[in-house]
């Protein structure tokens, strides 16, 4: 999937739980640009990024033109 031709909308929901999580804004920005992708459901995406301790996931729904990121969220803590 190209997904260079999305515009990107992060919430503020999904920025403040990511700041809950100790995820920064690098992080994001680096899971969503080089991330793994899985499409599931009819419209909703989800962005995998594994670090060191563990893996960022971005999860987000696509609306028109723009990915709507929803919530951040980390596995393997």
């Given at each position: 999937m190209?997904?260079t031709?999305y ?23 680096a899971?969503l640009?080089?991330?793994k992708i899985?499409?599931?459901a ?10 060191k ?25």
């Open positions: 190209d997904i031709q515009e990107f909308e992060i919430r503020r929901h999904a920025f403040i739980r990511a700041m809950e999580r100790d995820v920064t804004p690098d992080m994001v920005e899971t640009k080089g991330g899985e499409l599931f009819k419209n909703n995406i989800r962005f995998i990024k594994s670090y301790r563990f893996d960022v996931i971005c999860i987000g729904e696509i609306a028109e033109m723009k990915i709507k990121i929803l919530t951040i969220e980390i596995k393997g803590v």
